[in-house]
C-alpha cells in the first residue's frame, strides 16, 4: 500500500483529517461517551467520561475522539486512547493497549507497553518502539527510530522507504534504516540488517545471517559474513573484509586493508590485490609450527655456513633418502650450506640469498603486526576458520575472529576488533578498545562498551546489559528489553524508552523523551527537556520533564506529572494531585481529581477546575471558568464563570464579566455585577444596576412578580399572565395548560406547570418544561435558557443556540451550557 506524503495530497488520510478539520463548523460539537463530560475552550474540546477517574481528552474542533479505560489520555481530531493508561496525542492518533502510547497526526500503537512518536508511526509490538514520521516497530522488543526516504522521488511513500523494525527485538536507527528479521540491528540511513545480523553505517547493508557490516556502503550478505570499512564487501561465508574497498569473495577469507581482495581462493588472507598489489606484513612473530608464517629474520637464519679456513661446506655430506630421489638430507650437527645457488627460476626452483634479500628489501608495504620476538605474545588462531591478528590475540572458536593486541574472540562466529576487545559468546561481535560483547548475538561498539544477551551497545562505555537491550551514545545504559539514546542516557526500567541526553527512564514500560527528562515509575511517559528556572546553570529537580508515580503523563519543558495516574501537559505544568490534569504554560493542579487548564492556571483543592489563563480556583470542589477568574482561599463549593470574576465566600456563583460575590450562597450575574449580602441573587452593582426582563410570573410566595402581574393586582385584571408582541392578530402568547405561563409573541406553554418566555418560546405538552429566551424550546421537564436554545427530557441547555437534541438522536438528562455547544448524549454534559 502507497501513501502520498506531500502536503496537500488527497491520498494523505492526515491531510485530508486537516482540511476537514479546518473546514468542519466549531459550533457545535458532540460528546460520544455516556456519563461523559466535554469541555469547550476557544473551540478546543476535551471528553472526561467518569470524572473520578481522571480520563481525559482534548482536540481542535474537528471532534470524534474517543478514550476509554483507567488513566488514558487523548488529544486530537478522531484520536482513541482504549488501553489502561493508554495515551493518544494528534489527530486521527491511536493507542489501543495497556500503557500505549501514540504521539503524532496518525500514529498507531496496540501493543503492551509500545510506543509510537511521529506523524504516522506504528508500534504494534510488546515494549516496541517507533520514532519518526512513518516509521513502523511493529513486533515485541522491536525499536525503530528514523523517518521515511523518498528513493524514487515520485512524492510517494513506499514501503522500502521507511524506517522498518518489525521483527522481535529488532533495532532501525536512521533514516529508511530497515531489519528484516528477529534480532537484527541497522544503524544508519538506507542501512538494511537481517537475523542477528549488524548494520552501521549510511547505506550500511548486513542481510547475511549472523553477519556484521560497519562502514559507509559496506556489505555483508552471507551467513556469519563481516565487512568493515567503507564500501567493504563481504559476499562469502565466513567471509571479513576490513578497510575502504577491501572484498572478501571466497568462503572463510579474510581481505585486509584498503583495496585488498581474496580473489576465488577459500581459507586465505589477503593484504592486497586490485589497486594495491601486494603490502608488507610487518612485526611478524617468529613461526614454531609448521603452518606458522616465517619472518624475514628466520629465513636469514637458515643459511649454510663454511668453513672459515677451506671456504669448504662444513659437513658437506649430502644424501638421498630414498632411490626415487626425490628428497635430500644435509648431514652435519651444525647444519650444512649450499653454496653457488642460481637464481631460481621456475615456482619449484630452490632461490639464493641474492633473491631472498631482495624480497626482504621489498617487503611488505601496508600490513605490519609488532609485538615481543619470543613467542610469549602470539597470535593465537586455534579455532576452525578462525583469524587473529595482533600481539596476544585469541580467536578460539569457529570462523571467531580476533584483531587488535590482546583482542578475545572466544565464541562461535564471534568478532573481536581493537585492543582488549573481547567477544565471548556465540555471533557476538565487539568492535572498539576494551569493548565486551558477552551475550549471545551481542553487538558492543566504542571503547568500554559492552553488551548482553541479543544486546547492542553503540559508543563509549555505552552498557547494554539486559536482554534484547539497545544502548546508544557515550555512557548510555539500558536494562532488559529498553532503549537508550543519547549521551548518558538511562533506561533501566524493563522495555523502557529513554531518548536524549542525561534522560532516565527507570519504571518499568515508561517512556521518556528530551534531555534530562525523566520518568521513575512504572508505566509512564514523559517528554519534553529541561529549563534552568534558577539561572544557576545546575539541573534541579523541579526544572526536567518528570513522571514520578504510577499511570503519569508530562508533556512539555520541565513539566511533572507526580501522583498517581496524573497528567501535565505544557512548559513548567505541574500535577500533582491523583487523577489530576494540568494543561497549559505553568498550569498547576494540586489537588486529587482536579483540572487547570490555561497558563498559570491553579486547581489546589480536590475536585477543583480552573480553566482559563490565571484562573485560580483555591477552594475545595470549586469551579472557574475565563481568564482570571478566582475562588478564593476557604470559598468552597463556589462557581465563577467569566474573566475577572472573583469569589470569595463558600457556595457562591459570580456569572459574568468581573461580577463579584463577597457572601456565602449570594448569586452575581452580569458583567461586574456584585452580591455582598448572604442568600442575594444580585444582577448590578451600586450605580449599575439593571432590570430584570422577560420575569415569569411568579406562583409561590417566595416567587417575582412581574410588571404584568403588579398591574393585573394594581386593576384587578386578568388573574394569571399573558403578554403579546406587536399587537398583530394572531401572535398571542397561549398559556393553554394548568399553572402555566406563556410571555411573548408567539410564545407557547401548553403543558402543565410549564414556562415559555420569549417570542415562539415552546414547551412540551406533557408539562413541567421551562423555555426562556426567543425560540426557546423544551421537552417534558426540560430547561432551555437562551435564545433558540432546546432542551431534551430532563436536560439542560443554558445559552444562545444550546442544545441537547440533534436529529433522531437524544440528550436525555443532558446539560449543555455555552453558545452553540451541543449534548447529544444520555446524561453529558457540555461547558
Given at each position: 500500500?502507497?501513501?502520498?506524503?506531500?502536503?496537500?495530497?488527497?491520498?494523505?488520510?492526515?491531510?485530508?483529517?486537516?482540511?476537514?478539520?479546518?473546514?468542519?463548523?466549531?459550533?457545535?460539537?458532540?460528546?460520544?461517551?455516556?456519563?461523559?463530560?466535554?469541555?469547550?475552550?476557544?473551540?478546543?474540546?476535551?471528553?472526561?467520561?467518569?470524572?473520578?477517574?481522571?480520563?481525559?481528552?482534548?482536540?481542535?474542533?474537528?471532534?470524534?475522539?474517543?478514550?476509554?479505560?483507567?488513566?488514558?489520555?487523548?488529544?486530537?481530531?478522531?484520536?482513541?486512547?482504549?488501553?489502561?493508561?493508554?495515551?493518544?496525542?494528534?489527530?486521527?492518533?491511536?493507542?489501543?493497549?495497556?500503557?500505549?502510547?501514540?504521539?503524532?497526526?496518525?500514529?498507531?500503537?496496540?501493543?503492551?507497553?509500545?510506543?509510537?512518536?511521529?506523524?504516522?508511526?506504528?508500534?504494534?509490538?510488546?515494549?516496541?518502539?517507533?520514532?519518526?514520521?512513518?516509521?513502523?516497530?511493529?513486533?515485541?522488543?522491536?525499536?525503530?527510530?528514523?523517518?521515511?526516504?523518498?528513493?524514487?522521488?515520485?512524492?510517494?511513500?513506499?514501503?522500502?522507504?521507511?524506517?522498518?523494525?518489525?521483527?522481535?527485538?529488532?533495532?532501525?536507527?536512521?533514516?529508511?534504516?530497515?531489519?528484516?528479521?528477529?534480532?537484527?540491528?541497522?544503524?544508519?540511513?538506507?542501512?538494511?540488517?537481517?537475523?542477528?545480523?549488524?548494520?552501521?553505517?549510511?547505506?550500511?547493508?548486513?542481510?547475511?545471517?549472523?553477519?556484521?557490516?560497519?562502514?559507509?556502503?559496506?556489505?555483508?550478505?552471507?551467513?556469519?559474513?563481516?565487512?568493515?570499512?567503507?564500501?567493504?564487501?563481504?559476499?562469502?561465508?565466513?567471509?571479513?573484509?576490513?578497510?575502504?574497498?577491501?572484498?572478501?569473495?571466497?568462503?572463510?577469507?579474510?581481505?585486509?586493508?584498503s583495496g585488498a581482495t581474496t580473489g576465488a581462493r577459500t581459507n586465505v588472507v589477503s593484504v592486497g590485490g586490485g589497486t594495491v598489489a601486494t603490502r608488507q606484513i610487518i612485526n611478524v612473530g617468529a613461526g614454531t609450527a609448521t603452518t606458522d608464517a616465517a619472518n624475514v629474520a628466520q629465513l636469514q637464519s637458515a643459511g649454510?655456513?663454511?668453513?672459515?679456513?677451506?671456504?669448504?661446506?662444513?659437513?658437506?655430506?649430502?644424501?638421498?633418502?630414498?632411490?626415487?630421489?626425490?628428497?635430500?638430507?644435509?648431514?652435519?650437527?651444525?647444519?650444512?650450506?649450499?653454496?653457488?645457488?642460481?637464481?631460481?627460476?621456475?615456482?619449484?626452483?630452490?632461490?639464493?640469498?641474492?633473491?631472498?634479500?631482495?624480497?626482504?628489501?621489498?617487503?611488505?608495504?601496508?600490513?605490519?603486526?609488532?609485538?615481543?620476538?619470543?613467542?610469549?605474545?602470539?597470535?593465537?588462531?586455534?579455532?576452525?576458520?578462525?583469524?587473529?591478528?595482533?600481539?596476544?590475540?585469541?580467536?578460539?572458536?569457529?570462523?571467531?575472529?580476533?584483531?587488535?593486541?590482546?583482542?578475545?574472540?572466544?565464541?562461535?562466529?564471534?568478532?573481536?576488533?581493537?585492543?582488549?576487545?573481547?567477544?565471548?559468546?556465540?555471533?557476538?561481535?565487539?568492535?572498539?578498545?576494551?569493548?565486551?560483547?558477552?551475550?549471545?548475538?551481542?553487538?558492543?561498539?566504542?571503547?568500554?562498551?559492552?553488551?548482553?544477551?541479543?544486546?547492542?551497545?553503540?559508543?563509549?562505555?555505552?552498557?547494554?546489559?539486559?536482554?534484547?537491550?539497545?544502548?546508544?551514545?557515550?555512557?548510555?545504559?539500558?536494562?532488559?528489553?529498553?532503549?537508550?539514546?543519547?549521551?548518558?542516557?538511562?533506561?533501566?526500567?524493563?522495555?523502557?524508552?529513554?531518548?536524549?541526553?542525561?534522560?532516565?527512564?527507570?519504571?518499568?514500560?515508561?517512556?521518556?523523551?528530551?534531555?534530562?527528562?525523566?520518568?521513575?515509575?512504572?508505566?509512564?511517559?514523559?517528554?519534553?527537556?529541561?529549563?534552568?528556572?534558577?539561572?544557576?546553570?545546575?539541573?534541579?529537580?523541579?526544572?526536567?520533564?518528570?513522571?514520578?508515580?504510577?499511570?503519569?503523563?508530562?508533556?512539555?519543558?520541565?513539566?511533572?506529572?507526580?501522583?498517581?495516574?496524573?497528567?501535565?501537559?505544557?512548559?513548567?505544568?505541574?500535577?500533582?494531585?491523583?487523577?489530576?490534569?494540568?494543561?497549559?504554560?505553568?498550569?498547576?493542579?494540586?489537588?486529587?481529581?482536579?483540572?487547570?487548564?490555561?497558563?498559570?492556571?491553579?486547581?489546589?483543592?480536590?475536585?477543583?477546575?480552573?480553566?482559563?489563563?490565571?484562573?485560580?480556583?483555591?477552594?475545595?470542589?470549586?469551579?472557574?471558568?475565563?481568564?482570571?477568574?478566582?475562588?478564593?482561599?476557604?470559598?468552597?463549593?463556589?462557581?465563577?464563570?467569566?474573566?475577572?470574576?472573583?469569589?470569595?465566600?463558600?457556595?457562591?456563583?459570580?456569572?459574568?464579566?468581573?461580577?463579584?460575590?463577597?457572601?456565602?450562597?449570594?448569586?452575581?450575574?452580569?458583567?461586574?455585577?456584585?452580591?455582598?449580602?448572604?442568600?442575594?441573587?444580585?444582577?448590578?452593582?451600586?450605580?449599575?444596576?439593571?432590570?430584570?426582563?422577560?420575569?415569569?410570573?411568579?406562583?409561590?410566595?417566595?416567587?417575582?412578580?412581574?410588571?404584568?402581574?403588579?398591574?393585573?393586582?394594581?386593576?384587578?385584571?386578568?388573574?394569571?399572565?399573558?403578554?403579546?408582541?406587536?399587537?398583530?392578530?394572531?401572535?398571542?402568547?397561549?398559556?393553554?395548560?394548568?399553572?402555566?405561563?406563556?410571555?411573548?409573541?408567539?410564545?407557547?406553554?401548553?403543558?402543565?406547570?410549564?414556562v415559555a418566555v420569549g417570542a415562539n418560546a415552546t414547551t412540551a405538552v406533557a408539562g413541567h418544561g421551562t423555555a426562556i429566551g426567543s425560540a426557546a424550546n423544551a421537552a417534558v421537564s426540560g430547561t432551555a435558557l437562551g435564545r433558540e436554545a432546546q432542551a431534551a427530557q430532563n436536560a439542560v441547555a443554558v445559552g444562545r443556540?444550546?442544545?441537547?437534541?440533534?436529529?433522531?438522536?437524544?440528550?436525555?438528562?443532558?446539560?449543555?451550557?455555552?453558545?452553540?455547544?451541543?449534548?447529544?448524549?444520555?446524561?453529558?454534559?457540555?461547558?
Amino acid at each position: 500500500m502507497k501513501t502520498i506524503h506531500r502536503t496537500g495530497r488527497k491520498s494523505d488520510p492526515v491531510n485530508r483529517a486537516a482540511s476537514a478539520k479546518s473546514s468542519a463548523r466549531p459550533v457545535c460539537q458532540q460528546a460520544i461517551a455516556s456519563g461523559s463530560m466535554l469541555l469547550m475552550l476557544g473551540g478546543a474540546l476535551s471528553l472526561m467520561p467518569g470524572l473520578a477517574r481522571a480520563q481525559a481528552s482534548c482536540t481542535q474542533s474537528g471532534g470524534g475522539q474517543t478514550v476509554s479505560g483507567i488513566g488514558a489520555f487523548v488529544c486530537g481530531s478522531n484520536a482513541t486512547a482504549s488501553g489502561a493508561n493508554a495515551t493518544a496525542f494528534g489527530n486521527q492518533s491511536s493507542a489501543t493497549n495497556v500503557g500505549a502510547t501514540a504521539l503524532g497526526a496518525g500514529a498507531n500503537t496496540n501493543g503492551l507497553q509500545a510506543s509510537a512518536i511521529g506523524t504516522q508511526s506504528q508500534a504494534n509490538g510488546e515494549g516496541a518502539t517507533a520514532v519518526g514520521a512513518q516509521s513502523r516497530a511493529n513486533a515485541v522488543g522491536a525499536a525503530a527510530f528514523g523517518g521515511f526516504v523518498d528513493l524514487d522521488n515520485d512524492d510517494v511513500t513506499d514501503a522500502n522507504e521507511l524506517t522498518t523494525a518489525s521483527f522481535t527485538n529488532a533495532t532501525a536507527i536512521g533514516n529508511n534504516a530497515q531489519v528484516s528479521a528477529i534480532a537484527g540491528s541497522a544503524f544508519g540511513n538506507q542501512s538494511r540488517a537481517a537475523g542477528s545480523a549488524t548494520a552501521v553505517g549510511q547505506l550500511a547493508l548486513a542481510t547475511g545471517l549472523n553477519s556484521i557490516a560497519v562502514g559507509q556502503g559496506s556489505t555483508a550478505t552471507t551467513a556469519g559474513a563481516a565487512a568493515l570499512g567503507q564500501s567493504a564487501d563481504a559476499t562469502a561465508a565466513g567471509a571479513t573484509a576490513i578497510g575502504l574497498n577491501a572484498q572478501a569473495i571466497s568462503a572463510d577469507s579474510v581481505a585486509l586493508g584498503s583495496g585488498a581482495t581474496t580473489g576465488a581462493r577459500t581459507n586465505v588472507v589477503s593484504v592486497g590485490g586490485g589497486t594495491v598489489a601486494t603490502r608488507q606484513i610487518i612485526n611478524v612473530g617468529a613461526g614454531t609450527a609448521t603452518t606458522d608464517a616465517a619472518n624475514v629474520a628466520q629465513l636469514q637464519s637458515a643459511g649454510f655456513t663454511t668453513s672459515a679456513t677451506t671456504g669448504l661446506v662444513t659437513n658437506p655430506a649430502v644424501t638421498y633418502t630414498d632411490t626415487g630421489r626425490g628428497a635430500v638430507t644435509f648431514g652435519g650437527t651444525g647444519g650444512t650450506r649450499v653454496s653457488n645457488v642460481a637464481t631460481g627460476l621456475a615456482a619449484t626452483d630452490a632461490v639464493n640469498l641474492a633473491q631472498l634479500n631482495a624480497t626482504i628489501a621489498v617487503g611488505i608495504r601496508y600490513f605490519q603486526a609488532d609485538g615481543l620476538d619470543n613467542g610469549t605474545d602470539d597470535a593465537v588462531a586455534s579455532g576452525t576458520n578462525s583469524v587473529a591478528a595482533g600481539s596476544a590475540s585469541l580467536a578460539s572458536s569457529g570462523n571467531a575472529t580476533a584483531v587488535g593486541q590482546a583482542a578475545e574472540a572466544t565464541g562461535a562466529g564471534s568478532s573481536a576488533f581493537g585492543q582488549d576487545s573481547a567477544a565471548s559468546s556465540a555471533q557476538a561481535t565487539a568492535l572498539g578498545q576494551a569493548s565486551t560483547a558477552g551475550g549471545a548475538a551481542s553487538t558492543a561498539v566504542g571503547q568500554l562498551a559492552q553488551a548482553g544477551v541479543n544486546a547492542v551497545a553503540v559508543g563509549q562505555a555505552a552498557l547494554a546489559s539486559g536482554d534484547a537491550a539497545t544502548a546508544v551514545g557515550q555512557s548510555s545504559e539500558a536494562g532488559f528489553g529498553a532503549a537508550a539514546l543519547g549521551y548518558d542516557s538511562t533506561a533501566t526500567g524493563r522495555n523502557a524508552v529513554a531518548v536524549g541526553r542525561n534522560t532516565l527512564a527507570s519504571g518499568a514500560r515508561s517512556t521518556v523523551v528530551g534531555a534530562f527528562s525523566q520518568a521513575t515509575a512504572d508505566e509512564t511517559t514523559a517528554v519534553g527537556g529541561w529549563i534552568d528556572i534558577n539561572a544557576n546553570g545546575l539541573v534541579d529537580a523541579n526544572e526536567v520533564t518528570r513522571t514520578t508515580a504510577l499511570g503519569t503523563s508530562a508533556f512539555g519543558v520541565a513539566a511533572g506529572a507526580t501522583a498517581l495516574n496524573a497528567t501535565a501537559l505544557g512548559q513548567l505544568s505541574v500535577a500533582g494531585g491523583a487523577n489530576a490534569t494540568a494543561v497549559g504554560q505553568g498550569s498547576n493542579a494540586a489537588g486529587t481529581d482536579s483540572l487547570a487548564v490555561g497558563t498559570g492556571s491553579t486547581a489546589a483543592g480536590p475536585g477543583d477546575i480552573a480553566i482559563g489563563s490565571g484562573t485560580q480556583v483555591l477552594a475545595d470542589q470549586g469551579t472557574a471558568v475565563g481568564t482570571g477568574s478566582t475562588i478564593a482561599t476557604g470559598a468552597m463549593q463556589a462557581t465563577a464563570f467569566g474573566a475577572a470574576t472573583n469569589v470569595s465566600a463558600a457556595t457562591g456563583t459570580a456569572l459574568g464579566f468581573g461580577a463579584s460575590v463577597t457572601a456565602a450562597n449570594a448569586v452575581a450575574l452580569g458583567a461586574n455585577a456584585v452580591a455582598d449580602q448572604a442568600g442575594t441573587v444580585s444582577v448590578g452593582n451600586v450605580g449599575g444596576e439593571r432590570r430584570i426582563v422577560n420575569v415569569a410570573a411568579g406562583t409561590a410566595d417566595t416567587d417575582a412578580v412581574n410588571l404584568a402581574q403588579l398591574d393585573a393586582t394594581v386593576a384587578e385584571g386578568i388573574r394569571y399572565f399573558q403578554a403579546n408582541g406587536s399587537g398583530a392578530t394572531g401572535d398571542d402568547a397561549v398559556a393553554s395548560g394548568v399553572n402555566t405561563v406563556a410571555a411573548g409573541s408567539f410564545a407557547s406553554a401548553p403543558g402543565s406547570e410549564s414556562v415559555a418566555v420569549g417570542a415562539n418560546a415552546t414547551t412540551a405538552v406533557a408539562g413541567h418544561g421551562t423555555a426562556i429566551g426567543s425560540a426557546a424550546n423544551a421537552a417534558v421537564s426540560g430547561t432551555a435558557l437562551g435564545r433558540e436554545a432546546q432542551a431534551a427530557q430532563n436536560a439542560v441547555a443554558v445559552g444562545r443556540g444550546a442544545t441537547t437534541v440533534s436529529g433522531t438522536d437524544s440528550g436525555n438528562s443532558a446539560v449543555s451550557i455555552g453558545n452553540n455547544t451541543g449534548a447529544v448524549g444520555d446524561f453529558s454534559t457540555v461547558l
